[in-house]
T-cell receptor, first 119, second 117 residues
Framework: AQKITQTQPGMFVQEKEAVTLDCTYDTSDPSYGLFWYKQPSSGEMIFLIYQGSYDQQNATEGRYSLNFQKARKSANLVISASQLGDSAMYFCAMREGGNYGGATNKLIFGTGTLLAVQP | GAVVSQHPSWVICKSGTSVKIECRSLDFQATTMFWYRQFPKQSLMLMATSNEGSKATYEQGVEKDKFLINHASLTLSTLTVTSAHPEDSSFYIC?????????????FGDGTRLSIL
């Protein structure tokens, strides 16, 4: 069975510093996709970044980058130059068959990490 | 970009009432939509997968008769919480997957906060 683990329930970071949010996963499917979403207090889910299991390079999107270590089954999110607006809940999620459109396409979410950016 | 609209965003109603929540993909077709439930300070829990033109697939432990799902068109799925009770109070959020774009994320609606008194 697939599983997503986020071991950091909450984190503090100083404004303008970088922060790493941890995510490990477990799956027997060689084809999968990994996602990070941000959920501010208002509740909407904001897509941040995607990594496919067969991607050769780590994904980057602006200040977000994904440290993908396939052998360790980890997909940590790195936020550079933190801003006050980055304070939110962050969820790591996995979709099996993610590279080729998979059978179900459903996402399985981790328990989330609450990030607080301090001025 | 792909947009998903969810309505209503906020509902308060009396116990025993049925509540319908709509999820629309505004600028793309979605043969598959998903319904999640989220309790305060917890993660999203997948309730069911909504398939256009066929029956929804429910996750284990989710009552089919309690949470009715209808996906009558390629852009609309509805979740009806039947005879809602206070324990059904939660944040419900839908998402849609743009068919054929496998590297794209699921696009989420803004969610519905349901409070049953």
């Amino acid at each position: 069975a697939q599983k997503i683990t986020q071991t950091q329930p909450g984190m503090f970071v100083q404004e303008k510093e970088a922060v790493t949010l941890d995510c490990t996963y477990d799956t027997s499917d060689p084809s999968y996709g990994l996602f990070w979403y941000k959920q501010p207090s208002s509740g909407e889910m904001i897509f941040l970044i995607y990594q496919g299991s067969y991607d050769q390079q780590n994904a980057t999107e602006g200040r977000y980058s994904l440290n993908f270590q396939k052998a360790r089954k980890s997909a940590n999110l790195v936020i550079s130059a933190s801003q006050l607006g980055d304070s939110a809940m962050y969820f790591c999620a996995m979709r099996e068959g993610g590279n080729y459109g998979g059978a179900t396409n459903k996402l399985i979410f981790g328990t989330g990490t609450l990030l607080a950016v301090q001025p | 970009g792909a947009v998903v609209s969810q309505h209503p965003s906020w509902v308060i109603c009396k116990s025993g009432t049925s509540v319908k929540i709509e999820c629309r993909s505004l600028d793309f077709q979605a043969t598959t939509m998903f319904w999640y439930r989220q309790f305060p300070k917890q993660s999203l829990m997948l309730m069911a997968t909504s398939n256009e033109g066929s029956k929804a697939t429910y996750e284990q432990g989710v009552e089919k008769d309690k949470f009715l799902i209808n996906h009558a068109s390629l852009t609309l799925s509805t979740l009806t919480v039947t005879s809602a009770h206070p324990e059904d109070s939660s944040f419900y959020i839908c998402s849609a997957y743009q068919t054929g774009f496998y590297r794209q994320p699921q696009h989420f609606g803004d969610g519905t906060r349901l409070s049953i008194l």
